[in-house]
């Protein structure tokens, strides 16, 4: 330690320097390959006032003390996303090598913005953009970037959308509507409603089937209502709440057919189309302007990352590269920047820990571990059947389980799922469906088992 602030003492090779690399890539390390993670449960803002505040000072309090700050008190109070017992909302659980190497994209400081700068790491980026593409049957061309995350790489491609709506109209002479609309259906994510509030456009939700899944024709009565005004539709691949795959193929159609952008929005269900059996419930993702999908999500990425793919990205330069002098050496080249893809300018290189993981364990193993999310949704979905005073609310077509209790009220529900978490048994809250209180099981880690998935029915009991 010394007396004096030093303006390198921060970053120069010392002793405290190393001391304090080596502290934090311990905990690492250590929680990296935790056996048994901990479920963990937050704290109270009053709470953590008593047992965490006062760690900002002047002359600091020491990596050591701050490290273990985090390891006793912090973190602890951050549910783990990754163990096999969170079942709420989406779920995480990044592979080993992913994990690892997240941090190496952190020590590298890489500028994952432009070419000119992070040429290698968008590269990398690249190969696993372009594998995606070919998955999903894009063409030759298709191309993208990692953005944070799902709400982002939805206002991004409805951005392009918009923007290529306007051209096309002053290219034929045509006025723009007095107010744009995207098509989605009822069951959307809320993320479209959210792009749409920050593009000052309206959303017109078009109705979804008795299983919840959206087909040309909706769309169509939709096209023919709103004419000229409508610059997108989106098609949702596996909804958040019932993991529902809309009828692509024939909303496609429908938009090809009135050349309309079409955006799938599939964040957490468009990695199930690795799972060669899957790959028909997903017909037309290969016609689509523009895909997401989220490796934070089915894909076994640590946060954040949104895998943004256009069909002919050209539409995507145009309408999100930033202009400013300082930026002209990066702009005025034929070079692939990520950062004109998407709203961003500085961008970590997230999709370097998805690349690495994939380049080590090869894209079989990521089929597999998808598959088994599959397989254990339907397993556990028919013993939710078999069981007295369970009920499915639908059947499963991914890897999400929706069931109610008979005879359980919201609060009901809550208080049990307040004890499962006290207990540091599971993390599974209640879900809603057309006003009825259910609960939801999205399963996401291959380290989710049938028997743990069953011993959370019996607490039901
Ligand atoms: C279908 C769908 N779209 C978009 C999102 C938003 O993604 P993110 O939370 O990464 O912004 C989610 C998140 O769960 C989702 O399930």
């Known amino acids: 330690m010394t007396d004096a602030p030093s303006p390198d003492r921060m970053h120069a090779i010392s002793d405290e320097t190393r001391a304090t690399v080596d502290v934090v890539l311990d905990y690492a390390r250590r929680r990296a390959l935790y056996q048994d993670v901990p479920l963990d449960k937050p704290l109270s803002p009053r709470d953590l006032s008593r047992l965490a505040s006062g760690s900002i000072?002047?002359?600091?309090?020491?990596?050591?003390?701050?490290?273990?700050?985090?390891?006793?008190?912090?973190?602890?109070?951050?549910?783990?996303?990754?163990?096999?017992?969170?079942?709420?909302?989406?779920?995480s659980a990044p592979t080993k090598?992913?994990?690892?190497?997240?941090?190496?994209v952190s020590a590298s400081a890489i500028y994952g913005g432009s070419w000119l700068e992070g040429s290698g790491a968008v590269f990398a980026e690249n190969e696993v953009l372009h594998w995606l593409a070919r998955e999903f049957g894009l063409p030759e061309g298709a191309g993208g970037v990692f953005v944070q995350g799902g709400t982002i790489g939805n206002l991004s491609a409805l951005v392009a959308a918009r923007d290529a709506a306007r051209r096309g109209n002053a290219a034929a002479g045509r006025p723009d509507p007095a107010r744009w609309v995207v098509v989605c259906s009822a069951e959307a994510h809320s993320s479209i409603a959210s792009a749409a509030a920050v593009m000052d456009v309206d959303v017109v939700k078009a109705a979804a089937d008795a299983s919840g899944r959206l087909h040309g024709e909706s769309v169509e009565r939709m096209l023919d209502a709103y004419g000229d005004a409508v610059f997108a539709v989106v098609a949702t691949g596996g909804?958040?709440?019932?993991?529902?795959?809309?009828?692509?193929?024939?909303?496609?159609?429908?938009t090809k057919a009135r050349g309309i952008w079409l955006h799938i929005d599939g964040a957490y269900g468009l990695a199930?189309?690795?799972?060669?059996?899957?790959?028909?419930?997903?017909?037309?993702?290969?016609?689509a302007d523009s895909v997401i999908v989220d490796p934070h999500k089915w894909l076994f990425a640590p946060f954040d990352a949104c895998a943004l793919i256009y069909r002919d990205p050209?539409?995507?330069?145009?309408?999100?590269?930033?202009?400013?002098?300082?930026?002209d050496t990066l702009t005025e080249t034929?070079?692939?920047?990520?950062?004109?893809?998407?709203?961003?300018?500085?961008?970590?290189?997230?999709?370097?820990?998805?690349?690495?993981?994939?380049?080590?364990?090869?894209?079989?193993?990521?089929?597999?571990?998808?598959?088994?999310?599959?397989?254990?949704?339907?397993?556990?979905a028919d013993e939710i059947e078999a069981r007295e005073g369970?009920?499915?609310?639908?059947?499963?077509?991914?890897?999400?389980?929706v069931f109610r209790r008979e005879g359980w009220t919201l609060a009901d529900y809550q208080a049990w799922s307040d004890r499962l978490l006290e207990e540091q048994t599971a993390f599974v809250v209640p879900s809603s469906h057309a006003g009825e209180p259910v609960?939801?099981?999205?399963?996401?880690?291959?380290m989710t088992t049938f028997e743990l998935l069953t011993g959370i029915l019996d607490t039901l009991a």
């Open 239 to 254: 909804t958040t709440n019932f993991g529902i795959v809309d009828d692509i193929a024939s909303i496609a159609a429908v």
């Open 334 to 380: 034929a070079d692939w920047n990520p950062s004109d893809l998407a709203v961003q300018l500085t961008r970590r290189a997230r999709g370097l820990p998805l690349w690495y993981s994939l380049a080590t364990y090869g894209t079989q193993e990521y089929r597999s571990a998808i598959e088994y999310g599959i397989d254990l949704a339907r397993r556990i």
């Open 57 to 91: 000072t002047p002359e600091g309090i020491g990596a050591r003390r701050a490290a273990a700050l985090f390891e006793n008190v912090l973190a602890p109070a951050c549910v783990s996303t990754d163990h096999p017992g969170y079942l709420s909302f989406i779920p």
């Open 272 to 287: 199930a189309m690795l799972v060669e059996r899957m790959r028909p419930a997903f017909a037309g993702v290969e016609l």
């Open 439 to 446: 609960l939801r099981f999205a399963i996401i880690s291959p």
């Open 390 to 401: 369970l009920s499915l609310v639908r059947d499963p077509q991914l890897s999400v389980v």
């Open 314 to 327: 050209s539409h995507a330069l145009i309408a999100h590269t930033q202009k400013a002098e300082y930026l």
């Open 97 to 104: 090598a992913a994990i690892a190497f997240d941090l190496i």
